[in-house]
């Protein structure tokens, strides 16, 4: 009723501006059914995310073995193990670089950026 009161104000004809109502199932998509194999591609890296985030500065050698462990699966460069973490972003359609460049961990191979306000205050 509010909505016909501003319009009329507006005058707008209410005949031209009718609302579209839509339900939330009809927005939102159902989502597909996985494979198995795809439900537990899912879990083995999600597992690996929590490593990575419960770990990253851990003391406990345990801990610092779990994310290390982690850390060299994300960033091995193999796709013959279906269960690597190429394998699996390639199966799940995801961007290697894309998630790799999110977990904001710099493999050892790679220097670190140094910023240049970093430098300055050194």
């Known amino acids: 009723m509010a909505i016909e009161a501003n319009l009329r104000l507006a ?5 031209l501006m009718q609302l579209d109502i839509m339900l939330p199932s009809q927005h939102f998509r159902a989502p597909r059914k996985q494979a198995p194999e795809q439900r537990l591609m899912i879990a083995v890296l999600q597992d690996a995310f929590e490593c990575i985030e419960k770990h990253r500065f851990s003391t406990d050698s345990h801990r610092r073995r779990l994310f290390r462990e982690a850390e060299e699966w994300f960033f091995a460069d193999e796709v013959e193990w279906p269960y ?3 394998s699996i972003c390639g ?3 995801l961007d290697v670089d894309a ?3 999110r ?3 710099v493999p050892e191979s790679q220097p670190v950026p ?3 306000e970093a430098v300055r205050q050194a």
Do not use: A, H, T
């Open 114 to 116: 140094v910023s240049r």
């Open 91 to 93: 199966v799940l359609d």
């Open 84 to 86: 690597s973490f190429e």
């Open 11 to 15: 005058e707008v004809p209410i005949g």
């Open 103 to 105: 977990l904001r961990i």
């Open 99 to 101: 998630v790799r460049q």
